[in-house]
């Protein structure tokens, strides 16, 4: 669909299944279950939701999913199905990975950054997007490569440190930023150190892409968030400044992980759907 003078397609990928105690804290499961039924495995269906833009005759490519670095224990361990990938994806939209010229991922976090690199048919890592700048925060950066004890297992570091081996393909980035006209990066914390929000503007429109700040609809509650949030109390005050401008001036927002339709905007509190979007 056409946001002013910006092309966006949305693109679904890697359909997986996440642990319900992960995704809602501590919201009371009798609560959650009611929109995002449990299985016996108290898993619930998840996505990853990659955003491609063309805007100023640039290739943006926002979130990159979990790529094809996967090991079988992990693949198992979160039931991921239908391994298409951003490339196969792009490829269906006529752009090479060559094209992209501005990549960013909210955080590093293996279901966001899996993507960023990828397995030859040799078996040697390599930049999936050879000839673009990728955006990081300098904080999400530093994390990632030494993270706490609680957070080892959601980096996997040949997700993106080949990124700053021998070539300069990252761009580190201090808070918010304004990387291309129109493409603001908005530094939210929270859920990781460095976590970002990716805003695209076209005069008086926009489309926000929110990373895990909203997982899933039910995450469109102030207080619902996952387990997995480092900082909570960040996550509600960024969650509650994003939902007053999106409804407000009636941003197209992008949930990170929701598998049926993830684009919608706010309408007096409600979450109405945007169709259009997803191809
Ligand atoms: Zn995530």
Redesign the pocket.
Known sequence: MRLGDIELHLLVTDHWKADGGLMFGVVPKILWEKQKPADRNNMVDASCVCLIARMNGRVIVCETGIGNKISEKRAQQFAIREPEDLLHALQRLGIRPEEVDAVVTTHL?W??AGGLTRRNQLGALQVTFPKARHFIQRSEWDFAVHPDVRSKSSYLIDDFTPLADGHDAVEFLTGDAEILPGVHLRHVGGHTPGSQVLILRSGELACAVTG?LV?QTPHLRVPWNMSADLEPLRVFEQKARLFDEAEKHRWLLVL??EPDLPAGYLEEGRWIAEPRLTT
Request: with cysteine.
């Open positions: 976090h279901d966001h895990d997982c990170s992980h």
